[in-house]
């Protein structure tokens, strides 16, 4: 199965009072559809997960589902750091309908790489609908190695892709130069590998950016796919501003301010994250003018 092109790690609105704004959740929904995005992850680290009930989450799957589900992909995060746990919430997800799940490598406890290949078989095994696996050592502590994502992508093989978000590209290449299987794709991690990543043979982005400028990185990657570079390279530099200014602090703070100076208000974040500070909000507003977005 495609994820395609553009996935856009979705934010989770909220309202005045820290609760799930639903009503924005599906106007943010329809925007991305409407914006270049193949796929949208709901409840991954930028929907502010470690913070969500799995009530919220199963809410919010069949709230998107609704809104876009029969014009993009919506794939949910359901990983933890318990493998049990994990099985349970990513079976609960295909039953509601979502087309995928990313499953994040498992933070904290630190699992040698013969644990994580069998935390994720162990998942692949109790579900029949596509996978992705999802590396932030940044995040969670511990490194997925490019013999073990083989690994689970051959034993397993409804893993269709992996987000990588090591910034490691010699990594990625590696995993790329491995990879014996055609339907098995790498997607950047980090909006600012991207053109990167497809240089190497990569097939996206899982993107943040794409909130804001969903349109110009679909153009970025189509021009780039058209044997285009240099064009491609020139819309990739006019973004580079974006693509920093938007983790300048713990993500997802700066991409909700960028959504409000925009004019798509989402809310602000939940403890322990905070609102970004007055310098940092003039710093997203300065990009965004120069950007001509506001």
Same mark, same amino acid.
């Given at each position: 199965m495609e994820f395609g092109r553009v996935v856009t790690a979705m934010v989770t609105p909220f309202d005045e009072n820290g609760e799930i704004n639903f009503k924005v959740v599906k106007q943010l929904a329809r925007k991305l559809a409407d914006e270049g995005s193949d796929a949208i992850v709901v409840t991954g680290t930028t929907g502010e997960s470690p913070t969500l009930s799995? +009530? +919220?989450d199963l809410l919010l799957y069949a709230k998107v589902l609704d809104e876009v589900g029969s014009r993009v992909k919506v794939i949910a995060g359901t990983g933890s750091n318990c493998t049990s746990t994990t099985v349970r919430y990513t079976k609960l997800a295909e039953s509601v309908g979502c087309h995928g799940a990313m !499953? &994040? &490598?498992?933070?904290?406890?630190? =699992?040698?790489? +013969?644990?994580?290949?069998?935390?994720?078989?162990?998942?692949?095994?109790?579900?029949?609908? =596509?996978?992705m696996i999802y590396n932030i050592p940044g995040r969670t502590g511990v490194n997925m190695l490019p013999e073990t994502v083989i690994k689970i992508s051959e034993?397993?093989?409804?893993?269709?892709? !992996?987000? +990588?978000?090591?910034?490691?590209?010699?990594?990625?290449?590696? &995993?790329?130069?491995?990879?014996?299987?055609s339907d098995f794709k790498l997607y950047s991690g980090d909006d600012s590998l991207t053109?990167? &990543?497809?240089?190497?043979?990569?097939?996206?982005?899982?993107?943040v950016a794409s909130h804001i400028a969903g349109l110009q990185i679909r153009e970025m990657i189509t021009t780039y796919t058209r044997g285009d570079v240099t064009s491609a390279q020139k819309i990739n530099e006019r973004l580079s501003s974006l693509f920093s200014v938007l983790f300048i602090t713990s993500n997802p703070s700066p991409v909700k301010e960028a959504l409000r100076l925009i004019g798509c208000p989402v809310g602000g974040v939940r403890l322990p994250l905070?609102?970004?500070?007055e310098e940092e909000r003039e710093q997203i507003k300065g990009v965004l003018k120069q950007l001509d977005l506001i």
């Amino acid at each position: 199965m495609e994820f395609g092109r553009v996935v856009t790690a979705m934010v989770t609105p909220f309202d005045e009072n820290g609760e799930i704004n639903f009503k924005v959740v599906k106007q943010l929904a329809r925007k991305l559809a409407d914006e270049g995005s193949d796929a949208i992850v709901v409840t991954g680290t930028t929907g502010e997960s470690p913070t969500l009930s799995h +009530e +919220e989450d199963l809410l919010l799957y069949a709230k998107v589902l609704d809104e876009v589900g029969s014009r993009v992909k919506v794939i949910a995060g359901t990983g933890s750091n318990c493998t049990s746990t994990t099985v349970r919430y990513t079976k609960l997800a295909e039953s509601v309908g979502c087309h995928g799940a990313m !499953i &994040v &490598v498992p933070y904290y406890n630190k =699992p040698s790489q +013969e644990g994580l290949y069998q935390h994720f078989v162990s998942i692949a095994n109790e579900v029949a609908f =596509p996978l992705m696996i999802y590396n932030i050592p940044g995040r969670t502590g511990v490194n997925m190695l490019p013999e073990t994502v083989i690994k689970i992508s051959e034993k397993a093989r409804n893993y269709f892709a !992996i987000k +990588e978000a090591s910034g490691n590209l010699d990594q990625m290449r590696k &995993v790329i130069t491995l990879n014996q299987r055609s339907d098995f794709k790498l997607y950047s991690g980090d909006d600012s590998l991207t053109l990167d &990543v497809l240089k190497l043979g990569g097939q996206g982005v899982v993107s943040v950016a794409s909130h804001i400028a969903g349109l110009q990185i679909r153009e970025m990657i189509t021009t780039y796919t058209r044997g285009d570079v240099t064009s491609a390279q020139k819309i990739n530099e006019r973004l580079s501003s974006l693509f920093s200014v938007l983790f300048i602090t713990s993500n997802p703070s700066p991409v909700k301010e960028a959504l409000r100076l925009i004019g798509c208000p989402v809310g602000g974040v939940r403890l322990p994250l905070v609102a970004v500070n007055e310098e940092e909000r003039e710093q997203i507003k300065g990009v965004l003018k120069q950007l001509d977005l506001i």
